[in-house]
């Protein structure tokens, strides 16, 4: 009961943290001209923009810092700040007096509130996982990480559905503000269930043992090197992937096809659906294949069946835009799936939630903040050249993941048993 509660816990503050994130993305065309005085398509828009990008920035910052602590004075701790950091920023976000109100305050606080944000996603996604799959004690970790990993795509979910709220006219003219607030109050409920946790045996081990490194990440680097590239692969596929469905597939369908935007989120919707529902599926079929052959599968799909769902996404019909929104929530969710169970036995619990933090948020950060620009420029090209190119970063970031997962694997391994060996 109580690994129940633990995983439900990591499960409903995960999709909190992503609820939370989405949500000013998804409301950056009504917060433009709340707090900078501009409108939908001026420089104050770009700005907007560039703040939001700001989140990706963070989030290595915040696995740098969070990961240190995690490794160094506990799992729980650490969750705990993050998750009443991210409740705070949502909070004042919500209730932040317009540009009107305190002038250039409230763009200031905006930024700061933004990367606080990011700083807390950096240290929760992987940190929740590794903290719930630590108490299971390597009993069912693919589905437990699959639910986890699904989890985000619940909170993106329930965001999309307030934007669409918001932009029908359902909701009053403020009624973003209460989305920012219901977030920040229900993200204070889970700090106060995750203060009543105990901390995982691993960790509890390493402190017993004194086997806490002075700096985790700097061992990991050494010690581990293999493991931190694979780790960054794999975050380069999934944030390639999922900005693809949540940013680059808005812009297309609104520009090129001329979709309004409630439109496009309920499109959308079809693909996080879809992962939510496969990401525990593809976790519960990673514990009965191995993690490492699940994550080579999920790989080289990528690689694959990524030219077909641009085929589809380019018809004006209606089945092809949703059948390519389906295919690739399929895709994120092969990867989603398996990948915390994965992770979990590339590093040693010492030096484990630097490890994972820092290099799956470089490679998410750096893939979710640049396929949206690369896929734009591709699609300016000539016609012919669509089909050709837009595949491209997909196929090489899928192939060089499948072929280090495929070379390396054995090797990480064999430094983690040699690792345990040395310490037995």
Same mark, same amino acid.
């Given at each position: /009961?109580? &690994?129940?509660?633990?995983?439900?816990?990591?499960? +409903? *503050?995960?999709?909190?943290?992503?609820?939370?994130? !989405?949500?000013f993305?998804?409301?950056?065309p009504?917060? !433009?001209?709340?707090?900078?005085?501009g409108?939908?398509?001026?420089?104050?828009?770009?700005?907007?923009?560039?703040?939001?990008?700001?989140?990706?920035?963070?989030?290595?910052?915040?696995?740098?810092?969070?990961?240190?602590?995690?490794?160094?004075?506990?799992?729980?701790? !650490?969750?705990?700040? %993050?998750?009443?950091?991210m409740?705070?920023?949502?909070?004042?976000?919500?209730?932040?007096?317009?540009?009107?109100?305190?002038?250039?305050?409230?763009?200031?606080i905006?930024? /700061?509130?933004?990367?606080?944000?990011?700083?807390?996603?950096?240290?929760?996604h992987?940190?929740?996982?590794?903290?719930?799959?630590?108490h299971l004690?390597?009993?069912k970790t693919?589905?437990? @990480?699959?639910?986890?990993?699904?989890?985000?795509?619940?909170?993106?979910?329930?965001?999309?559905?307030?934007?669409y709220?918001?932009?029908?006219?359902?909701l009053?003219?403020?009624?973003?503000?209460? *989305?920012?607030?219901?977030?920040?109050?229900?993200?204070?409920?889970?700090y106060?269930?995750?203060?009543?946790?105990?901390?995982?045996?691993?960790f509890?081990?390493?402190?017993?043992? &004194?086997?806490?490194?002075?700096?985790?990440?700097?061992?990991?680097?050494?010690?581990?090197?293999?493991s931190?590239?694979?780790?960054?692969?794999?975050?380069? +596929?999934?944030?390639?992937?999922?900005? !693809?469905?949540?940013?680059?597939?808005?812009?297309?369908?609104t520009?090129?096809?001329?979709?309004?935007?409630?439109?496009?989120?309920?499109?959308?919707?079809?693909?996080?659906?879809?992962?939510v529902?496969?990401?525990?599926?593809?976790?519960w079929?990673?514990? &009965?294949?191995?993690?490492?052959?699940? /994550?080579?599968?999920s790989? /080289?799909?990528?690689? +694959?069946?990524?030219?077909?769902?641009?085929?589809?996404?380019?018809? %004006?019909?209606?089945?092809?835009?949703?059948?390519?929104e389906?295919?690739?929530?399929?895709?994120?969710?092969?990867?989603?799936?398996?990948?915390?169970?994965?992770?979990?036995?590339?590093?040693?619990?010492?030096?484990?939630?630097?490890?994972? @933090?820092?290099?799956?948020?470089?490679g998410?950060?750096?893939?979710?903040?640049?396929?949206?620009?690369?896929?734009?420029?591709?699609?300016?090209m000539?016609?012919?050249?669509?089909?050709?190119?837009?595949?491209?970063?997909?196929?090489?970031?899928?192939?060089?993941?499948?072929?280090? +997962?495929?070379?390396?694997?054995?090797?990480?391994?064999?430094?983690?048993?040699?690792?345990?060996?040395?310490?037995?």
């Open positions: /009961m109580k &690994k129940n509660k633990i995983l439900f816990s990591s499960i +409903i *503050a995960n999709s909190l943290e992503f609820y939370d994130l !989405t949500l993305s998804i409301f950056l009504v917060l !433009t001209p709340v707090f900078f005085q409108n939908y398509f001026d420089r104050d828009f770009i700005t907007g923009w560039v703040i939001f990008a700001a989140g990706f920035v963070m989030r290595p910052v915040g696995a740098v810092i969070f990961g240190h602590f995690g490794d160094k004075y506990g799992r729980k701790k !650490t969750l705990s700040l %993050t998750i009443l950091l409740a705070i920023s949502t909070i004042i976000i919500g209730v932040l007096p317009s540009y009107n109100v305190i002038g250039i305050w409230a763009f200031f905006l930024i /700061m509130c933004r990367f606080s944000q990011g700083l807390c996603a950096g240290g929760e992987n940190g929740a996982a590794i903290f719930s799959l630590e004690n390597n009993i693919g589905l437990a @990480g699959g639910l986890i990993s699904g989890s985000c795509f619940i909170g993106a979910i329930i965001a999309n559905l307030m934007g709220l918001s932009t029908s006219q359902i009053p003219i403020e009624g973003w503000r209460l *989305a920012f607030i219901l977030g920040g109050v229900i993200s204070l409920i889970i106060k269930i995750r203060l009543k946790i105990h901390e995982t045996p691993e509890e081990s390493i402190k017993i043992n &004194k086997e806490v490194k002075r700096v985790p990440l700097f061992s990991a680097l050494q010690s581990h090197r293999l931190c590239f694979i780790t960054f692969m794999i975050g380069l +596929i999934d944030g390639s992937l999922c900005y !693809t469905l949540l940013v680059f597939f808005s812009t297309y369908l520009q090129i096809h001329g979709l309004q935007i409630s439109e496009v989120m309920i499109l959308n919707m079809v693909g996080l659906v879809i992962a529902l496969f990401t525990p599926i593809s976790g079929f990673s514990d &009965k294949i191995g993690t490492h052959n699940s /994550m080579m599968i790989c /080289m799909s990528s690689a +694959i069946f990524i030219l077909p769902i641009f085929f589809l996404l380019k018809s %004006t019909y209606y089945s092809n835009i949703i059948l390519s389906m295919l690739i929530g399929l895709l994120i969710a092969g990867i989603l799936g398996p990948q915390h169970s994965f992770f979990q036995n590339l590093f040693p619990p010492q030096i484990r939630y630097s490890g994972i @933090g820092v290099f799956y948020c470089l998410i950060s750096l893939g979710g903040a640049t396929i949206p620009l690369i896929l734009d420029y591709l699609m300016n000539e016609e012919y050249y669509h089909i050709v190119f837009i595949p491209l970063p997909f196929i090489f970031y899928g192939m060089i993941a499948f072929f280090s +997962i495929y070379k390396n694997y054995n090797n990480c391994c064999f430094e983690l048993t040699l690792t345990k060996q040395i310490k037995g």
